[in-house]
């Protein structure tokens, strides 16, 4: 029985699972949202939102608690240029955790762990916009 077991082990050593947490609120701050099993989800939501609210807060002291778990530069600079200012006056709950389906392989529960209002936020950070084919077309036919 787990009573009273507060964390997940994953089957990992400990070690290991920090960093895996630590990879995946890189990437949710690098890309707004991830895929990842429920359980992951689960455990690495209340770490993200911890680091968000270092991020509203945004002084010395909280870049530098922030730089201890997350060494990816475009999240770090997105978690304290966008991200802090935009969670700004929301008092907590940037995140959401939408199920999915299970997985083919193993059939473990896929959920989508993705901050709340990401739309408003614009694309991530560092990838291309992407434009369709018509409007391509569109945007070329309209030069000539």
């Keep these: 029985m787990r009573h009273r077991r507060a964390t997940r082990k994953f089957n990992r050593t400990a070690s ?3 960093r ?5 609120c890189e990437g949710l701050f690098r890309s707004w949202a ?13 770490i993200a939102e911890g680091l968000i609210t270092l991020a509203r807060r945004g002084d010395s002291q909280a870049q530098r608690q922030v730089q201890r778990s997350i060494h990816d530069k475009m999240a770090y600079q997105t978690l304290f240029t966008k991200l802090g200012p935009h969670f700004a006056e929301r008092k907590g709950g940037y995140t959401r955790i939408l199920r999915l389906a299970r997985r083919p392989g193993d059939g473990a529960e896929v959920a989508l762990l993705e901050l709340v209002d ?6 991530p950070p560092g990838k291309p916009i992407r434009v369709k084919k018509e409007a391509k077309e569109k945007e070329g036919a309209g030069a000539k």
Excluded: C, D, S, Y
């Excluded at 991830?34 to 690495?44: D, G, H, L, N, P």
């Excluded at 990401?118 to 694309?123: A, D, I, S, V």
């Design 34 to 46: 991830i895929v990842t099993t429920v359980e992951k989800a689960k455990e690495v939501r209340p």
């Design 16 to 18: 290991h699972r920090h």
């Design 118 to 123: 990401r739309e408003k936020l614009g694309p």
């Design 20 to 24: 895996m947490f630590q990879h995946l």
